[in-house]
């Protein structure tokens, strides 16, 4: 076996076990609250535990080239710490786990594409923005698929502007991203555990050992350091362009899983949604590189069009 075609294999190995992951994570969140665990306890569960084992790399050197500061390092918290995970939860109370799978990326996508546009002035051309599009198309059908809206689906919007928000604030200060997540990690446990001992409603007491252990470590474990190393070395296995792909796939992944773990229905217009959602993150993430791909006229047509 040739070292490309080994390295390939390994780098498509590590991104299944990053999707499994940021999918799983997901799923578990929604078993958690609906059985005997509420959103309270898995926030603490998850960076508690993720506390413990990153709180050395967070206090190593500095956040980045210029320094984090305590104002970044709050955002960063704020928008990807105990904050967003307890909403996250609090909104698979009422929405299913494959809304989370499609909204949460989805709105994160667009945002970030919008903010990079605001931010940046990078221009939104050709294929990235035909990518905001269906995705768009493909949340606002994903969303009307299900039903009724409830207060989770509006609450997953929410999150996934939180998100674009923390993905803006590690990129502008350049922090890698085992770093940016010790420091979302131990702020979010320095900030939250306190609050939740002596305030916040409790059921870990009353809850199973072995649902407290599986998401200790689900969560704490898994979703906060495995996903990490997976997700940067399948980027160095399979390139930096294939390797940003991988969100796109969080949505049917999830929509996969909610139907075989949790008994969720997936009809005719969710898979359809759910795909559309996962088209429209490729051509975002991809669009400028696959462009070049592309034939010429069909290019130029796209860079026009979006132009209008």
């Not at 320095?190 to 916040?200: A, C, E, R, S, T």
Request: with cysteine; charged share 10%.
């Amino acid at each position: 076996m040739s070292i490309i075609l080994r390295n390939r294999l390994l780098g498509l190995g590590w991104a299944a076990v990053a999707i499994a992951v940021w999918s799983g994570s997901l799923i578990m969140l929604r078993l958690g609250v609906t059985t005997s665990l509420n959103a309270y306890d898995l926030t603490m569960l998850r960076f508690g535990v993720a506390a413990l084992i990153l709180a050395p790399v967070a206090i190593r050197g500095s956040a980045g080239p210029d320094g984090l500061g305590l104002t970044g390092g709050a955002a960063m918290v704020i928008t990807f710490g105990a904050p967003y995970v307890l909403l996250i939860s609090l909104a698979l109370k009422t929405a299913p786990a494959a809304a989370a799978g499609a909204l949460n990326p989805g709105v994160m996508a667009i945002v970030s594409v919008l903010l990079s546009r605001i931010m940046t002035g990078d221009r939104i051309e050709g294929l990235r923005f035909t990518g905001l599009v269906i995705t768009a198309m493909g949340i606002v059908l994903f969303t009307c698929a299900g039903g009724r809206i409830a207060a989770g689906h509006l609450i997953l919007v929410g999150t996934g502007i939180m998100w674009a928000t923390y993905v803006l604030i590690t990129r502008h200060a350049a922090i890698p991203a085992l770093k940016a997540t010790a420091i979302v990690a131990t702020g979010s446990a320095v900030f939250y555990l306190p609050v939740y001992i002596l305030v916040l409603p409790k059921q870990i007491f009353n809850a199973p050992l072995a649902d407290v252990l599986v998401q200790a470590g689900f969560q704490g474990v898994l979703v906060s350091v495995v996903a990490i190393y997976a997700f940067n070395r399948s980027a160095e296995l399979l390139g930096t362009v294939t390797g940003a792909t991988l969100p796109a796939l969080i949505p049917v992944v999830t929509l996969g899983l909610g139907v075989v773990a949790l008994g969720e229905t997936a009809g005719a217009g969710e898979l359809f949604s759910a795909f559309l959602v996962t088209a429209g993150l490729v051509l975002i993430l991809v669009g400028k590189s696959a462009m070049r791909w592309l034939p010429r006229g069909l290019s130029t047509g796209l860079a026009r069009w979006s132009r209008l």
